[in-house]
């Protein structure tokens, strides 16, 4: 199964270590730290042509910036989602113009979709017989499906709290789902458990490999591609793991050293005020996270309160100047169900806290009148309708 000739390998986020990625596939072997795929960027050539008129029309298509080539991909033509204009928010902010990055359109409706695709690649082309993560809901969903794809099993760790249509649709793709009562840190461990004794399930939750977060990086070049490769100035974006700040990151990294762009946009994290570590550790001004104690909050895809990605999203923070903003329950769900209402787009619950957040934003004077916006929907607003549907009632409508 091909690489991209680009694809150098992976890299320690924490030690710096090179490793041959045929050999290494997890954490790090050496400090346990996240690997991300490394690319020759010298040696790209790279320009917007490069892209517009290539098949297939999914994330794909951005094969340079991937590690795998596009025909041993295991595939349902994710990404390739709209850029959608929302312009009564950038009246509301008094900004030039607000996206929604409409992740919810992928195929299982999650950004997910994006980083299964090129994890159960991978799990692939390393001859897996089975993959196996814990979830809050959606990645379990999208592994179910990308292992259906290729053929392989799937094991699926959820959390007794996780959404109705998550753990249904497990089930229907053929996967294996263990229901751990608690929340996301109890299936995090029974997941642990089982897998140390199995030495054939292939781990492929984000940043227990490189290759999950790897996939959500192509969220992000479409957002600059629909932009003609103008970079916004402002990116918000839901916050459980903190997966996606980092993805986002370094996809912008990468484009900028390509010449595709020539700057990178603010990050911002937005995260529900009843498990927000990441906001907690950026406000104490320290450079790693502490586990939040008492997680509670209705956002239950990004209730994390200990995040594998809690460090590398706080360095992507503060490296591109931005910020992260802890929102309370019910102006995320507000923030979702306005812009249903008045927007026509259906956001995920968890990720009205980026609509609460830029509202915040805005509050404090932190926007600037020229400034574009992109709001990232994580996720379908379907799969929350009875989440959204409460909020309502509790106002009386
Ligand atoms: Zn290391």
């Not at 050999?23 to 320009?47: F, H, I, K, N």
């Not at 799937?154 to 998550?166: D, E, K, L």
């Not at 999950?212 to 479409?222: C, D, M, S, V, W």
């Not at 997680?295 to 923070?317: S, V, Y």
Request: charge should be negative.
């Amino acid at each position: 199964m091909e690489t991209n000739p680009a694809f150098a390998g992976v890299r320690c986020t924490a030690c710096d270590t090179m490793f041959d990625a045929d050999e290494v596939s997890g954490r790090c072997p050496s400090c346990e730290g996240v690997l991300d795929a490394t690319y020759d960027l010298d040696a790209l050539d790279l320009a917007p042509e490069t892209f517009a008129e290539r098949s297939p029309r999914s994330q794909w298509r951005y094969r340079e910036l991937l590690p795998f080539a596009p025909d041993a991909a295991v595939t349902t033509m994710e990404g390739e989602t709209p850029l959608v204009p929302v312009p009564s928010l950038a009246a509301e902010f008094g900004v030039a113009a607000v996206y929604v990055k409409d992740e919810g359109r992928n195929p299982t409706g999650t950004i997910d979709d994006r980083g299964q695709s090129v994890a159960v690649t991978a799990a692939k082309r390393a001859g897996a017989s089975d993959v196996a993560l814990a979830s809050t809901g959606d990645d379990g969903q999208s592994a179910a499906a990308y292992a259906a794809r290729a053929g392989l099993d799937s094991h699926t760790f959820v959390p007794s709290r996780a959404g109705f249509t998550n753990k249904a649709m497990v089930n229907v793709h053929g996967g294996d789902m263990s229901v751990v009562e608690g929340r996301i840190d109890d299936a995090e461990a029974a997941f642990a458990d089982a897998v140390a004794e199995r030495d054939d399930w292939h781990p492929v939750q984000a940043l227990a490999t490189p290759y999950a977060h790897e996939g959500l990086k192509t969220a992000y070049i479409e957002i600059a591609a629909a932009l003609d490769w103008e970079t916004p100035d402002v990116v918000i974006h839901p916050t459980g793991r903190g997966t996606g700040l980092h993805a986002f990151y370094k996809a912008a990294r990468e484009l900028d050293a390509t010449g595709l762009t020539d700057a990178i946009p603010k990050l911002y994290a937005a995260q529900a005020e009843g498990c927000a570590p990441i906001v907690r550790a950026f406000e104490e001004g320290r450079e790693s996270h502490e586990p939040w104690e008492r997680p509670d909050t209705i956002c239950g895809r990004i209730e994390i309160p200990d995040p594998a990605g809690g460090n590398l999203a706080l360095d992507a923070i503060r490296a591109t100047d931005g910020g992260a903003v802890s929102v309370p329950d019910p102006e995320t769900l507000e923030g979702a169900t306005s812009v249903a209402e008045t927007a026509g787009l259906e956001l995920s619950a968890s990720s009205g806290t980026a609509v609460a957040t830029a509202y915040a934003l805005a509050e404090r004077g932190e926007l600037d009148a020229d400034d574009t916006l992109v709001l990232v929907n994580a996720g379908t607003g379907s799969k929350d309708g009875d989440i959204l549907r409460s909020h309502l009632m509790s106002k009386g409508i």
